[in-house]
């Protein structure tokens, strides 16, 4: 079975600051997807940012980067530049990529508060 | 394109009772999704629905149940209410190969919020 852990609970940032929420996994898989995903206040879930475990590099989209370092199953989201609608909880996802099965195990979610 | 739709938004039951909830995948996407989400628990995996079949369920009891009907629309049933089952369930929907291979990306909608009394 696969656990995801998130050790930050809350965390809070400056306007305009940069932030790092942080993600450990486990698993015997080798074929597997890693996510971040951003849940607002009252608003829907929504992807941010995705990982395919069999490449090295490390994904990024606009102000989101990860920090995906496999032998250690860590994968940490970096937020630049942050602003007050990236206020929300942030949960950190796993999903092995094999057999089709479209099972994700999430972490329990940092709650993230941009300050202005 | 129409995001993922869920019915009814907020409910309100008594113990014993039943409740179905109801999903509408985005267009094309074939793979459907349910998930429990409490302050105590997090958000846990209910169970993925592909052609109308159940690819993989989580661990939960019996009273959860759900079906996918040939238009990729998606019911989930929860039987018996216990306190406990007061959540929000969130379904998520997604695009799959046509072979079957997932692809990925869970394209979530905006919950239906279910408290029992």
């Known amino acids: 079975a696969q656990t995801v852990t998130q050790s930050q609970p809350e965390m809070s940032v400056q306007e305009a600051e940069t932030v790092t929420l942080s993600c450990t996994y486990d698993t015997s898989e080798s074929n597997y997807y890693l996510f971040w995903y951003k849940q607002p206040p009252s608003r829907q879930m929504i992807l941010v940012i995705r990982?395919?475990?069999?490449?090295?590099q490390n994904a990024t989209e606009n102000r989101f980067s990860v920090n995906f370092q496999k032998a250690a199953k860590s994968f940490s989201l970096k937020i630049s530049d942050s602003q007050l609608g990236d206020t929300a909880m942030y949960f950190c996802a796993f999903m092995p990529n094999s057999g089709g099965y479209q099972k994700v195990t999430f972490g329990t979610g940092t709650k993230l508060q941009v300050i202005p | 394109k129409a995001g993922v739709t869920q019915t009814p938004r907020y409910l309100i039951k008594t113990r014993g009772q039943q409740v179905t909830l109801s999903c509408s995948p985005i267009s094309g996407h074939r793979s459907v999704s349910w998930y429990q989400q409490t302050p105590g628990q997090g958000l846990q995996f209910l169970f993925e629905?592909?052609?109308?079949?159940?690819?993989n369920k989580g661990n939960f009891p019996g009273r959860f149940s759900g079906r996918q009907f040939s238009n990729s629309r998606s019911e989930m049933n929860v039987s018996t209410l216990e306190l406990g089952d007061s959540a929000l369930y969130l379904c998520a929907s997604s695009l799959v190969y046509d072979w079957g291979l997932a692809t990925g990306e869970l394209f979530f909608g905006e919950g239906s919020r279910l408290t029992v009394l």
């Open positions: 990982q395919e475990a069999y490449k090295q």
């Open positions: 629905y592909f052609s109308e079949t159940q690819r």
